[in-house]
């Protein structure tokens, strides 16, 4: 985990912290194969392209860990976004194994692979509070052959992956392994740096400054130092489980016990009708009791 100093302004998940002297991957030319020009609340959400993924170019330089091979040369595709109250994404589906770079409205490298274990083998970004300003995206493959068909998907709200239906299904459902742990996603900005920074955990596995928004977003690297015993739960770690099995989370939404449901899984007469992505399972108590009141129901 970097230092939070180091990396104050970044906040898309997950990603690299990356100098923004890295520019061996040309984003001053103009895209491939176009400028899309996005406005916060736009429709249809999400704003999709196809593209051809892939070129000679080694992703690794952009930043020592970025995955693949892009166009080197000039970006796939420019997103010129006005941000508004909603979190940004931008991800990628495709049958074949791609990668994503993006550098973004405030001079960052951000590299993604493989977003989560309901992703499969698709990338995804999201930034929490996005900037205004230009987005430059390459669509990369993990191998250095082929140019196979992708789509490019911008949306501000959660990705639906390939085969999924309506995004709810992918996005609403935690990550379960082995005793029922309820891993959750990969999109803590810490993700997938060789430590658990989940704070559910405890072990010499687990970085000594996690923080609370990150409980349940570091899914690949829990999950690994849990499978090594180099992590084991720290009391207090467990979801909250009720009617039909739903996993309620906690109560770290600062919406939390307003008497609203904040929880974007909910739909009805019960929920707030401007939900985060963030407060996805933070809401648990709120969620509940509307929940068995007939208040609310999971999409």
Same mark, same amino acid.
Request: glycine share 10%; hydrophobic share 25%.
């Given at each position: 985990m970097m230092p939070?100093?180091?990396c104050a302004t970044l906040i898309a998940v997950p990603l690299l912290c990356l100098a923004s002297s890295a520019q061996a991957l040309n984003w001053q030319a103009a895209p491939l194969y176009e400028t899309i020009e996005l406005a916060s609340g736009f429709q249809p959400d999400p704003h999709q392209l196809s593209v051809s993924a892939g070129g000679d170019t080694a992703a690794a330089?952009?930043?020592?860990?970025?995955?693949?091979?892009?166009? $080197?040369?000039?970006?796939?595709?420019?997103?010129?976004?006005?941000?508004?109250?909603?979190?940004?994404?931008?991800?990628?589906?495709?049958?074949?194994?791609?990668?994503?770079?993006?550098?973004?409205?405030?001079?960052?490298?951000?590299?993604?692979?493989?977003?989560?274990?309901?992703?499969?083998?698709?990338?995804?970004?999201?930034w929490r509070s996005p900037t205004s300003g230009n987005y430059n995206v390459w669509v990369g493959t993990y191998e250095s052959s082929g140019t196979p068909q992708a789509v490019i998907k911008v949306s501000e709200r959660d990705p639906e992956w390939t085969g999924m239906s309506g995004g709810s299904a992918s996005s609403g459902g935690m990550v379960s392994s082995v005793n029922d742990i309820e891993w959750g996603d990969n999109t803590s900005q810490w993700a997938n740096d060789g430590e658990c920074d989940d704070p559910r955990f405890t072990g010499p596995g687990v970085h000594s400054?996690?923080?609370?928004?990150?409980?349940?977003?570091?899914?690949?690297?829990?999950?690994?130092?849990?499978?090594? $015993?180099?992590?084991?739960?720290?009391?207090?770690?467990?979801m909250v489980s009720s009617a039909n099995d739903i996993q309620w989370g906690d109560n770290t939404s600062q919406w939390a016990n307003d008497g609203e449901c904040d929880d974007p899984r909910f739909a009805g007469p019960g929920v707030n009708g401007n939900n985060l992505a963030e407060d996805r399972y933070h809401d648990a108590a709120d969620c509940q009791r509307l929940y068995e009141q007939g208040q609310i129901y999971l999409q």
């Open positions: 939070p100093s180091r330089e952009a930043g020592p860990n970025c995955s693949g091979y892009v166009n $080197g040369d000039k970006p796939d595709v420019d997103i010129n976004y006005q941000a508004g109250q909603f979190p940004l994404t931008i991800y990628v589906e495709s049958a074949a194994d791609t990668t994503l770079v993006v550098y973004d409205a405030d001079g960052n490298w951000h590299c993604n692979d493989d977003y989560s274990t309901t992703s499969g083998s698709n990338p995804a970004l999201t400054l996690n923080l609370d928004e990150d409980r349940y977003h570091d899914a690949a690297d829990c999950r690994r130092l849990y499978e090594q $015993g180099q992590i084991t739960r720290a009391s207090g770690g467990e």
